[in-house]
């Protein structure tokens, strides 16, 4: 089924490690977006991208890095995890004025 | 930043009344989106509403775009249990910008 397909779903971090969430569409959007959604606060932009090769910084990408190196594919890094980075994390992804298509989320809890 | 009040946070009615979410905001956008959102999962559009003083109705939900384009709101009819879920609405500030979101509105519709 096409769509936004999202790895993993759930992981457990230890404060300090790094890990990469992978976010892949198989739409050919050129944009693609990496929200977090904490309880209360609704979806934050974390990082986004308007085409392979490009990224740009959104209202919370302290301690985030991402790459776009494939137009289908676009990776959060944490480079060292904090616990105060425990969230849900969405990607979602688009075309030139289209809505929005979401992935499932990665729930992620660092202790 | 362009923020998005939303309204009220929490909602807990009973099956067959009625109900109002507000979107507020001190900024134009250029269009507006309705997503909803289940547990586990990504938001999903609902409707996306461009025109200022714009209505669109899907089944018993209504939806309208303030006549400035800074405001909106989402209105079910005799809610059902299966409306149960989170509301978030979403303005595009221009163009390509990426959407804003409001916090969200979690709906709670007992049988």
């Known amino acids: 089924n096409a769509g936004v397909t999202q790895t993993p779903k759930f992981r457990v971090l230890k404060t300090g490690q790094s890990m990469t969430l992978l976010c892949a569409q198989d739409?050919?959007?050129?944009?693609m977006y990496w929200y977090r959604q904490d309880p209360g606060m609704g979806l934050r932009l974390i990082h986004y991208s308007v085409g392979e090769g490009t990224t740009a910084k959104g209202e919370v990408p302290d301690g985030y890095n991402v790459s776009r190196l494939k137009k289908q594919n676009f990776l959060l890094g944490l480079e060292s995890a904090a616990p105060s980075q425990t969230s849900v994390y969405f990607c979602?992804?688009?075309?030139?004025?289209?809505?929005?298509?979401f992935g499932s989320g990665t729930r992620l809890t660092v202790v | 930043t362009q923020l998005l009040e939303q309204s009220p946070q929490f909602l807990s009615i009973q099956e067959g009344e009625n109900l109002t979410v507000y979107c507020n905001s001190s900024?134009?956008?250029?269009?507006l989106q309705w997503y909803r959102q289940e547990p586990g999962e990504g938001p999903v559009l609902l409707v996306t509403v461009v025109t200022g003083g714009e209505v669109k109705k899907l089944k018993r939900l209504t939806f309208q775009f303030g006549d400035a384009r800074k405001d909106s709101s989402l209105h079910i009819t005799a809610a059902q249990p299966g409306d149960t879920g989170l509301y978030l609405c979403?303005?595009?500030?221009?163009?390509?910008?990426?959407?804003?979101f409001g916090k969200g509105t979690r709906l709670s519709v007992i049988a």
């Open positions: 739409m050919n959007h050129e944009y």
């Open positions: 900024s134009v956008f250029s269009s």
């Open positions: 979602a992804s688009r075309m030139t004025g289209s809505s929005y298509t």
């Open positions: 979403a303005g595009l500030p221009s163009g390509n910008t990426p959407l804003v």
